[in-house]
């Protein structure tokens, strides 16, 4: 299957937009009664930043300071590498080192939980986890029933999926569940939630490996998974995750026009169109947005 993975044309950025924090990291669309909000987060100090879309464009920005909801004892909270939303409108900020996620309620003022991600629990990904401090959770991906697929970002790439278990059976991902989610991720006692142990693995196939890197990962409006690369300016499609241990294979590449370097966010908003967030020293030019359509299958 990977030895067929199609090979889009250059995805043509239409537009650049000013973000007002640095070196953006992840990005993700929460929706808030009816209207779409894109939200960025900075792996320089505990940034984020939200903004309303309108014709598919982010408009005035609020900033937020992740720190200042946290006590001494859950510092240091840079290397913050991802954001992602549950249906009830919570973010989820995923950290490398310590390997942990922040759920934060929908105001994104309250830290509802902290959880750290427990790697020992899966034979393969204990074995390659430690391997780069800097490319554990890269990016994550919420499931309905309370767990959470990350992304390791390389050294190698790899998919792992954590939850409240030890084991959890069967041990697969069902991405159109996941897309489909309804109500809060975790439920009502994700509170009382303090670690996520890997269930299960899957490491990267040849092409994606290829690719050098998975800098963000997102559902796509069709319900499959896309990866972000940063090291190889481009978008690819996962269909479907097999059986744990199988090989992650895509089903289609595309490089972004121009070959930005440091992409390091990835979201889509209900139409279609498509935002990466690129790594940069200042809040300047720092999202990318594509066109709705142009990832076309």
């Not at 199609?6 to 937009?17: D, H, M, N, Q, Y």
């Not at 930005?260 to 947005?289: H, I, M, Q, W, Y």
Request: glycine letters at 10%; aromatic letters at 6%; one cysteine or more.
């Amino acid at each position: 299957m990977g030895a067929h993975t199609i090979e889009g044309p250059p995805l043509p950025v239409s537009a650049t937009v000013d973000i007002p924090i640095v070196e953006v990291s992840g990005l993700t669309i929460t929706v808030r009664e009816g209207e779409e909000y894109l939200v960025a987060v900075g792996d320089d100090g505990a940034n984020f930043a939200w903004s309303r879309l309108t014709d598919g464009r982010p408009g005035q920005w609020r900033v937020s300071d992740l720190a200042a909801l946290l006590s001494a004892a859950q510092a240091p909270t840079d290397q913050l590498e991802a954001v992602c939303t549950d249906a009830a409108g919570r973010l989820i900020v995923a950290q490398e080192e310590p390997s942990r996620l922040f759920v934060l309620d929908t105001d994104a003022d309250t830290l509802v939980a902290t959880l750290a991600l427990d790697a020992t629990t899966d034979p393969f990904l204990a074995s390659v986890w430690d391997a780069s401090a800097n490319s554990r959770a890269e990016s994550a991906v919420l499931l309905p029933d309370g767990r959470v697929l990350v992304v390791k970002e390389k050294r190698p790439i790899c998919l792992a999926l954590f939850g409240p278990g030890e084991s959890f059976d069967p041990p697969t991902v069902d991405l159109d569940a996941a897309a489909s989610m309804t109500g809060p991720w975790g439920g009502a006692d994700i509170g009382t939630t303090t670690r996520l142990a890997a269930q299960a693995s899957w490491p990267a196939g040849k092409r994606l490996e290829r690719l050098g890197d998975v800098s963000d990962a997102t559902l796509g409006p069709d319900g499959a998974l896309y990866l972000l690369s940063d090291q190889g300016s481009a978008i690819a499609r996962v269909a479907e995750l097999r059986e744990p241990g199988s090989k992650v294979r895509l089903t289609h590449v595309w490089p972004i026009a121009g070959r930005p370097v440091k992409c390091e966010g990835l979201a889509f908003a209900a139409d279609g169109t498509c935002f990466v967030g690129v790594d940069t020293r200042k809040p300047k030019s720092n999202l990318l947005v594509i066109e709705a359509g142009a990832l076309a299958l």
